[in-house]
């Protein structure tokens, strides 16, 4: 676009082309006077190929060495991104590597944070694309892929390279690359979670709140080789183990690992489980053990989850480990702490409730994890479930006389199928006998209330 241009933000179904520098911070490090010059070519060729086809950059949304363009037609959005990396591999760069950049097309719907800059899932969605692309490639979504694919002849095409989980996004992507004449091929695996070995478990429901938890703990893994996550059942602890391996999946070359150990009875089985969930072949005991240390090589993350019914010959298992195996990290879930040499615990907390108070507007009681977990749930259930004037206090008590413990709040909201939220909290002054009936199946919460009688049942 001319500098003069009035910016016009395309809205509605969109496709946005996103991308960024391989490498620039290292380059920007070793050889700042030629990362200079080249970023200026770099700028050129990207905003000649986004005006050609129509397309425009909200001029605050890129960051560093990245663009953000967004394009009426998705077909649009692809040829600019061919014809930039084409003009980028034929340029004489000024740096002693060439200047390569990745790019990803995605089409959703276009959301605007104001009158210049996007904001919403689609342009997050693209964002996750670009980062598992690599510097030359050209990364297209389905929907973008769906939209475009006609409109090419024989001048581009499209590859097949799977699906593929973004990060922070529960559903997969179908990713297509685009080949064509004067396009970089040849490339390895997608660079996304899937391409690290794991058999972490998929999350059927949404992970709600534990943000800063959740930076906590991974911040604590890249520090600790043993990190033993504690708190009362019911309190959160395994979904937060889940997500913080997810997070820390991209940085682990040789894998993460999901071991439960709620369904052992014996301690002699740990480490056989350990075994079977890492494709170790062994038996039980010693031999397992052994065969464990002579494959677990390389950087990788273990999840022991529930160790508190067998903490002592867990301890004893992750102590060998720890000692034998240099690179393996350790993230375990436990009501009380394992007891081994070198480990840190980390106690998890309730889910914040609001503040007793008559006069929170909607809006503020919605912040609050624990009530955008009850809403999360309730709608599972009752999909037109929402806060109100009504509901919305009547919610925020219900969290509170919960104290914010995630399967309480869980077993509650799931009893909007047949009660309103004012029966459920007049029930909970009662006896929280009243929640006992919900449909989550998982280890209830002791607590001096009297929480331990949530035993689940079968769905009414």
């Known amino acids: 676009m001319d500098e003069g241009s009035t910016l016009a933000l395309p809205t509605g179904t969109i496709a946005f082309l996103l991308t960024d520098v391989e490498q620039s911070t290292r380059s920007w490090e070793a050889e700042p006077d030629s990362m200079l010059a080249a970023m200026k070519e770099h700028n050129r060729i990207l905003a000649a190929a986004v005006s050609r086809r129509g397309g425009v950059c909200p001029p605050a949304q890129g960051e560093g060495d990245s663009i953000v363009a967004a394009f ?12 930039a990396q084409r003009a980028l591999a034929a340029q004489r760069w000024p740096t002693s590597r060439p200047i390569r950049v990745r790019m990803a097309v995605h089409a959703g719907e276009a959301r605007l944070l104001d009158d210049g800059n996007y904001a919403g899932h689609a342009i997050i969605r693209t964002a ?34 799977g699906d593929h989980r973004l990060k922070d996004l529960e559903r997969p992507e179908r990713v297509w690359q685009v080949v064509g004449s004067g396009l970089a091929d040849g490339f390895g695996p997608v660079a996304s979670p899937d391409h690290h070995p794991h058999n972490l478990p998929l999350e059927l429901t949404s992970y709600v709140g534990r943000a800063d938890e959740t930076r906590t703990v991974a911040r604590l893994m890249a520090s600790e080789r043993l990190v033993t996550v504690t708190g009362a059942g019911g309190a959160g602890k395994t979904r937060l183990a889940l997500r913080v391996a997810n997070e820390l999946l991209d940085s682990l070359a040789a894998g993460a690992w999901w071991i439960e150990l709620a369904p052992l009875s014996d301690g002699v089985e740990v480490p056989g489980a350990i075994a079977r969930a890492t494709g170790v072949k062994a038996e039980t005991g010693g031999e397992a053990l052994d065969a464990l240390v002579e494959r677990l ?15 002592i010959p867990v ?5 060998h480990l720890l000692r034998r195996c240099p690179e393996l990290r350790i993230l375990a879930t436990s009501r009380e702490p394992l007891g081994v040499d070198g480990e840190l615990t980390w106690r998890i907390p309730p889910l914040g409730v609001p503040p007793a108070s008559s006069d ?22 009752r999909p037109n479930f929402h806060l109100d004037d009504r509901t919305g206090p009547v919610v925020a008590d219900i969290c509170r006389r919960l104290e914010g413990i995630p399967l309480a709040v869980e077993l509650a909201a799931s009893r909007c199928r047949s009660l309103h939220p004012e ?9 929280l006998d009243l929640l006992t009936g919900g449909t989550c199946h998982t280890t209830p919460p002791t607590d001096p209330r009297g929480l331990h009688r949530l035993e689940p049942r079968p769905v009414e």
């Open 297 to 311: 090589d390389g950087p990788r993350l273990m999840v022991l989850d529930n160790c508190e019914h067998l903490v």
């Open 128 to 161: 996750r694309l670009r980062a598992i692309a690599q510097g030359g490639q050209i990364l297209v979504s389905a929907s973008a892929h769906d939209l475009a694919v006609d409109q090419f002849g024989d001048t581009v095409d499209f590859r097949d390279l």
């Open 423 to 431: 029966r459920i909290r007049d029930g909970l002054v009662e006896s």
């Open 72 to 83: 009426a037609r998705a077909s649009d959005a692809v040829l600019a991104a061919v014809a």
């Open 315 to 319: 301890a004893a298992v992750v102590d």
């Open 360 to 381: 929170m507007t909607i809006e503020a009681i919605e912040q609050h994890d624990a009530v955008r977990l009850f809403v999360d749930r309730a709608k599972r259930v």
